[in-house]
């Protein structure tokens, strides 16, 4: 009876050591599981936060860019501003230099003109006292 006793006792004990074994390959395989699904968690999240991160980088580039090309058009405004003011100025100085030639030159030609006309006027005057005599 005891033999028989000893008996049921080590085939429960190897029973209940199966069972363990069983039940430990089952605990690594869950455990082996879920450490996969948490690192393919991780690698998603990761995955994501550096997504993230990418298109804030290119946010702030574009926004970068975009003040810069502004920045560039307000400079290339303010000098076209300048040269078209600088133009305008230049215009009027060679306007007036060119009134200034011109009335010059009208005052020129209009001395000419009267010492001319003087000329053929005093001729006239001679002429007539010339052909006064004459007479």
């Known amino acids: 009876h005891e033999r028989e006793h000893d008996r049921e006792v080590s085939e429960l004990i190897a029973k209940h050591e199966e069972e363990m ?6 605990l690594n395989k869950e455990q ?3 450490l996969d699904e948490l690192q393919q968690q991780m690698a998603a999240t990761h995955k994501a936060e550096i997504e993230q991160a990418q298109l804030q980088s290119q946010t702030l580039h574009s926004l970068e860019l975009e003040a810069l090309r502004l920045s560039l058009n307000n400079m290339h405004t303010s000098q076209l501003e300048l040269v078209q003011s600088n133009l305008r100025k230049e215009k009027e100085t060679a306007l007036v230099e060119l009134r200034e030639m011109l009335n010059d030159k009208r005052a020129q030609e209009l001395a000419i003109l009267q010492s001319r006309h003087q000329l053929e006027w005093e001729k006239i005057k001679e002429q007539r006292l010339k052909e006064k005599e004459d007479l």
């Open 32 to 34: 082996q599981h879920l």
């Open 21 to 26: 074994e069983k039940l430990r390959a089952e």
